[in-house]
Protein backbone atom coordinates (compact mmCIF):
# COMPACT_ATOMS: atom_id res chain seq x y z
CA UNK A 1 0.00 0.00 0.00
CA UNK A 2 1.53 3.44 -1.03
CA UNK A 3 2.37 5.50 1.62
CA UNK A 4 3.85 8.71 3.19
CA UNK A 5 7.14 9.09 4.11
CA UNK A 6 9.18 11.38 5.86
CA UNK A 7 13.10 12.18 6.24
CA UNK A 8 14.56 12.63 8.75
CA UNK A 9 12.92 10.99 11.41
CA UNK A 10 15.05 13.41 14.41
CA UNK A 11 16.24 16.46 13.59
CA UNK A 12 18.47 18.07 16.21
CA UNK A 13 19.48 21.74 15.79
CA UNK A 14 20.83 24.76 17.27
CA UNK A 15 18.09 27.87 17.79
CA UNK A 16 19.04 30.60 14.58
CA UNK A 17 19.96 27.70 12.32
CA UNK A 18 17.69 26.79 9.44
CA UNK A 19 15.91 23.46 8.62
CA UNK A 20 14.78 21.69 5.79
CA UNK A 21 11.88 18.92 6.48
CA UNK A 22 11.44 16.56 3.70
CA UNK A 23 8.63 14.62 2.69
CA UNK A 24 7.28 11.93 -0.48
CA UNK A 25 3.66 12.06 -0.61
CA UNK A 26 1.88 8.89 -2.36
CA UNK A 27 2.60 9.57 -5.58
CA UNK A 28 -0.59 10.23 -7.60
CA UNK A 29 -1.86 12.71 -4.73
CA UNK A 30 -2.16 16.35 -5.74
CA UNK A 31 -2.92 18.36 -2.37
CA UNK A 32 -0.32 18.55 0.09
CA UNK A 33 0.01 19.57 3.82
CA UNK A 34 2.09 20.11 6.76
CA UNK A 35 0.77 19.65 10.18
CA UNK A 36 2.57 20.10 13.88
CA UNK A 37 2.62 18.19 17.05
CA UNK A 38 3.72 19.77 19.97
CA UNK A 39 4.72 17.63 22.82
CA UNK A 40 1.45 16.66 24.88
CA UNK A 41 -0.74 19.06 23.13
CA UNK A 42 -3.14 18.92 19.66
CA UNK A 43 -2.29 18.77 16.14
CA UNK A 44 -2.24 22.05 14.38
CA UNK A 45 -2.60 22.41 10.66
CA UNK A 46 0.28 24.94 9.33
CA UNK A 47 0.00 25.00 5.51
CA UNK A 48 -2.01 23.23 2.25
CA UNK A 49 -0.21 23.44 -1.12
CA UNK A 50 -1.66 22.78 -4.33
CA UNK A 51 -0.78 23.14 -8.31
CA UNK A 52 2.44 24.68 -6.61
CA UNK A 53 1.07 27.18 -4.28
CA UNK A 54 -0.18 27.63 -0.76
CA UNK A 55 -3.83 27.12 -0.85
CA UNK A 56 -4.09 28.26 2.86
CA UNK A 57 -1.88 28.85 5.69
CA UNK A 58 -2.38 29.08 9.72
CA UNK A 59 -0.91 32.35 11.57
CA UNK A 60 1.59 29.82 12.46
CA UNK A 61 2.85 29.86 9.67
CA UNK A 62 4.98 33.31 9.37
CA UNK A 63 7.66 34.61 7.55
CA UNK A 64 10.46 31.82 9.15
CA UNK A 65 8.75 29.10 7.12
CA UNK A 66 8.41 28.20 3.53
CA UNK A 67 7.33 25.01 1.72
CA UNK A 68 8.25 24.20 -1.53
CA UNK A 69 7.63 21.05 -3.72
CA UNK A 70 11.38 21.04 -5.94
CA UNK A 71 10.99 18.01 -8.06
CA UNK A 72 7.59 15.86 -8.77
CA UNK A 73 8.14 13.63 -5.59
CA UNK A 74 9.21 15.84 -2.52
CA UNK A 75 7.73 18.36 -0.49
CA UNK A 76 9.51 20.06 2.06
CA UNK A 77 8.79 22.99 4.94
CA UNK A 78 12.08 25.06 5.63
CA UNK A 79 12.32 26.82 8.89
CA UNK A 80 14.62 29.29 8.55
CA UNK A 81 15.87 30.93 11.51
CA UNK A 82 14.55 28.05 13.88
CA UNK A 83 13.24 29.11 17.77
CA UNK A 84 12.87 26.50 20.85
CA UNK A 85 9.50 27.00 20.36
CA UNK A 86 9.81 25.22 17.19
CA UNK A 87 10.49 21.85 18.46
CA UNK A 88 7.44 19.97 17.96
CA UNK A 89 6.75 16.69 15.60
CA UNK A 90 6.35 17.67 11.93
CA UNK A 91 3.70 15.64 9.61
CA UNK A 92 3.25 15.47 6.51
CA UNK A 93 0.15 14.78 4.65
CA UNK A 94 -1.08 14.00 0.93
CA UNK A 95 -4.62 13.69 -0.26
CA UNK A 96 -5.79 13.12 -3.56
CA UNK A 97 -9.24 15.22 -2.74
CA UNK A 98 -11.12 12.65 -1.83
CA UNK A 99 -11.20 14.34 2.16
CA UNK A 100 -9.25 11.86 3.39
CA UNK A 101 -5.34 13.35 3.99
CA UNK A 102 -2.69 10.19 4.71
CA UNK A 103 0.26 11.30 7.26
CA UNK A 104 3.61 10.03 6.86
CA UNK A 105 4.94 9.19 10.14
CA UNK A 106 6.58 12.63 11.35
CA UNK A 107 10.05 14.20 11.79
CA UNK A 108 11.16 15.05 15.71
CA UNK A 109 12.84 18.58 15.86
CA UNK A 110 14.49 19.31 18.61
CA UNK A 111 15.72 22.80 18.81
CA UNK A 112 18.22 22.93 21.79
CA UNK B 1 -14.77 29.07 13.82
CA UNK B 2 -14.96 25.39 13.57
CA UNK B 3 -13.49 23.42 16.78
CA UNK B 4 -13.70 19.72 17.72
CA UNK B 5 -14.34 18.51 21.25
CA UNK B 6 -13.00 14.96 22.78
CA UNK B 7 -12.95 13.56 25.93
CA UNK B 8 -10.19 13.74 28.41
CA UNK B 9 -7.76 11.09 28.74
CA UNK B 10 -6.39 8.94 29.60
CA UNK B 11 -9.49 6.22 29.39
CA UNK B 12 -8.25 3.17 31.20
CA UNK B 13 -9.71 -0.10 30.23
CA UNK B 14 -9.44 -3.80 30.35
CA UNK B 15 -9.09 -5.87 27.81
CA UNK B 16 -12.62 -7.27 25.94
CA UNK B 17 -14.00 -4.05 27.89
CA UNK B 18 -16.54 -1.75 25.98
CA UNK B 19 -14.77 1.56 24.57
CA UNK B 20 -16.52 4.87 24.18
CA UNK B 21 -14.92 7.73 23.31
CA UNK B 22 -16.53 10.99 22.89
CA UNK B 23 -16.12 13.53 20.57
CA UNK B 24 -18.58 16.89 19.70
CA UNK B 25 -17.81 19.24 17.14
CA UNK B 26 -18.89 22.96 16.34
CA UNK B 27 -18.59 23.68 12.22
CA UNK B 28 -20.44 25.71 9.46
CA UNK B 29 -21.82 23.47 6.98
CA UNK B 30 -21.66 19.92 6.84
CA UNK B 31 -17.99 19.00 7.15
CA UNK B 32 -16.40 15.51 6.86
CA UNK B 33 -15.36 14.09 9.94
CA UNK B 34 -13.12 10.85 11.21
CA UNK B 35 -10.97 9.47 13.71
CA UNK B 36 -6.92 8.96 13.46
CA UNK B 37 -5.10 6.73 16.15
CA UNK B 38 -1.42 7.70 16.90
CA UNK B 39 0.45 4.52 18.11
CA UNK B 40 2.99 4.76 20.45
CA UNK B 41 6.07 6.76 18.76
CA UNK B 42 4.10 6.59 14.94
CA UNK B 43 2.54 8.76 13.12
CA UNK B 44 -1.15 9.19 12.47
CA UNK B 45 -3.09 6.98 10.78
CA UNK B 46 -6.74 7.18 9.49
CA UNK B 47 -9.11 5.07 11.40
CA UNK B 48 -12.39 5.93 10.33
CA UNK B 49 -14.13 8.49 8.68
CA UNK B 50 -17.94 9.87 7.90
CA UNK B 51 -18.83 12.43 5.37
CA UNK B 52 -22.20 12.94 6.26
CA UNK B 53 -25.39 12.67 8.41
CA UNK B 54 -25.79 9.25 9.63
CA UNK B 55 -22.73 7.69 7.83
CA UNK B 56 -21.33 5.37 10.20
CA UNK B 57 -17.48 4.80 9.84
CA UNK B 58 -15.72 1.49 10.79
CA UNK B 59 -12.65 -0.05 10.84
CA UNK B 60 -11.14 -2.97 13.17
CA UNK B 61 -13.90 -3.39 14.93
CA UNK B 62 -14.37 0.27 15.90
CA UNK B 63 -17.12 2.42 15.04
CA UNK B 64 -18.45 6.00 14.73
CA UNK B 65 -21.56 7.30 13.77
CA UNK B 66 -22.01 11.07 12.12
CA UNK B 67 -24.99 12.62 14.08
CA UNK B 68 -25.92 15.98 12.98
CA UNK B 69 -28.02 16.23 15.51
CA UNK B 70 -26.40 16.26 18.45
CA UNK B 71 -23.03 17.59 16.11
CA UNK B 72 -21.00 14.39 17.71
CA UNK B 73 -18.97 11.78 16.52
CA UNK B 74 -18.16 9.15 19.24
CA UNK B 75 -15.80 6.30 18.80
CA UNK B 76 -16.82 3.24 19.95
CA UNK B 77 -15.54 -0.87 20.20
CA UNK B 78 -17.61 -3.74 21.73
CA UNK B 79 -14.33 -5.76 22.72
CA UNK B 80 -10.93 -3.67 23.31
CA UNK B 81 -7.49 -5.48 22.79
CA UNK B 82 -3.94 -4.29 24.61
CA UNK B 83 -3.01 -3.64 20.92
CA UNK B 84 -5.41 -0.83 20.93
CA UNK B 85 -3.60 1.56 23.30
CA UNK B 86 -2.96 4.39 21.80
CA UNK B 87 -3.87 8.10 21.21
CA UNK B 88 -7.18 8.41 19.60
CA UNK B 89 -7.50 12.07 17.34
CA UNK B 90 -11.21 13.21 16.63
CA UNK B 91 -10.97 15.58 13.69
CA UNK B 92 -13.54 17.94 11.11
CA UNK B 93 -12.28 18.79 7.01
CA UNK B 94 -14.08 21.56 6.27
CA UNK B 95 -15.51 21.26 2.56
CA UNK B 96 -14.39 24.77 2.08
CA UNK B 97 -10.78 24.79 3.31
CA UNK B 98 -9.94 20.99 3.68
CA UNK B 99 -7.96 21.70 6.66
CA UNK B 100 -8.07 18.68 9.24
CA UNK B 101 -8.74 20.54 12.58
CA UNK B 102 -8.39 18.06 15.45
CA UNK B 103 -8.97 17.60 18.90
CA UNK B 104 -6.79 17.46 22.10
CA UNK B 105 -6.22 13.13 21.66
CA UNK B 106 -7.81 10.71 23.89
CA UNK B 107 -5.16 8.58 25.32
CA UNK B 108 -6.79 4.56 25.54
CA UNK B 109 -4.87 2.19 28.04
CA UNK B 110 -6.21 -1.41 27.87
CA UNK B 111 -4.95 -3.69 30.45
CA UNK B 112 -4.77 -7.55 30.00
Known sequence: EPEVTQ????QVT???QEVILRCVPISNHLYFYWYRQILGQKVEFLVSFYNNEISEKS??????????RPDGSNFTLKIRSTKLEDSAMY???SSSRTDTQYFGPGTRLTVL | GNSVTQMEGPVT?????????????????????FWYVQYPGEGLQLL????????KGSNKGFE?????????????KGSVQVS??????CALSDKNTDKLIFGTGTRLQVFP
Do not use: W
Request: proline share 3%; aromatic share 14%; charged share 20%.
Open chain 1, 7 to 10: TPSH
Open chain 1, 14 to 16: QMG
Open chain 1, 59 to 68: EIFDDQFSVE
Open chain 1, 91 to 93: FCA
Open chain 2, 13 to 33: LSEEAFLTINCTYTATGYPSL
Open chain 2, 48 to 55: LKATKADD
Open chain 2, 64 to 76: ATYRKETTSFHLE
Open chain 2, 84 to 89: DSAVYF
